[in-house]
C-alpha cells in the first residue's frame, strides 16, 4: 500500500465562498472592504478590459493571465506579509467596485522604495466621481496607521490621472520623485508617519 501524503488535496478542489486568508474587513458609511471571493475574479476582469479603467495602468486590456496573477499576488501579501489588498463592495448594491490596500510589490525602482508599504487603489469607471475614492483610503490608511506604527507609506500615480492625484494629496501625499515604470513615466508620492521629524 502506498503511504497518502497529508498535504494531498483532492483531484478536484471546490471554488471556496470566502477568503481563506485573514483579512480584516473594514466598514465605511457606503462601503464594504473585504476579502476577495472567488465570484470577484471575472468582475475585476470585466473592469480590467474598459478603457476608462485601464487607461492609467496598462497600454490596452489586461488579459485574463495578467489579471489573475495580479489578484492572487496582491491576496498573497496578506498571508505573507499581514498586509494587502481588500475588494471594495458597495454597500448599497452588493457589488464588487474595485481594490484598495498596502503591498510591497518589489519594483525595483530608482528611487528605491522596497520594503515601504505602498497604497493603492483601483475603482470601476461605474464607481468614478462618487467620492468612494476617498471614502476607502480614508478607511485603508485609518487601519495602516495602527498596523504600521504611524510609519511612512508611499503610492506611484501615472502623471496623467489627475484625479488619483487628488485623493493623494487629500490624504497627505507628496511627490518626492518622477521615474518610469514598465516604460511609463511615474510620479512617486510619500506619506511620512505623523512621527517623523
Request: hydrophobic share 45%.
Amino acid at each position: 500500500m502506498v503511504p497518502v501524503s497529508p498535504f494531498l488535496l483532492p483531484a478536484v478542489p471546490q471554488p471556496l465562498s470566502a477568503p481563506l486568508h485573514p483579512v480584516p474587513v473594514l466598514e465605511t458609511a457606503r462601503l464594504w472592504l473585504r476579502g476577495y471571493y472567488p465570484s470577484d475574479f471575472e468582475l475585476h476582469l470585466a473592469m480590467c478590459q474598459e478603457p476608462d479603467f485601464y487607461r492609467h495602468l496598462s497600454p490596452g486590456p489586461m488579459p485574463a493571465e495578467e489579471v489573475w496573477g495580479k489578484f492572487l499576488r496582491t491576496i498573497g501579501h496578506w498571508t505573507l506579509l499581514g498586509y494587502g489588498f481588500w475588494a471594495i463592495e458597495e454597500k448599497a448594491s452588493g457589488s464588487y467596485i474595485g481594490s484598495i490596500g498596502f503591498a510591497d510589490f518589489k519594483r525595483g525602482l530608482d528611487p528605491r522604495m522596497d520594503d515601504v508599504p505602498e497604497i493603492g487603489w483601483v475603482l470601476a469607471p461605474a464607481a468614478h466621481g462618487k467620492g468612494y475614492a476617498s471614502e476607502a483610503v480614508a478607511a485603508a490608511l485609518a487601519w495602516g496607521q495602527e498596523q504600521f506604527a504611524d510609519a511612512r507609506t508611499v503610492c506611484i500615480i501615472d502623471p496623467d490621472n489627475t484625479a488619483s492625484l487628488n485623493v493623494a494629496a487629500k490624504f497627505g501625499y507628496r511627490e518626492f520623485a518622477r521615474s518610469t515604470y514598465k516604460d511609463n513615466p511615474i510620479v512617486l508620492l510619500e506619506r511620512p508617519g505623523t512621527g517623523a521629524a
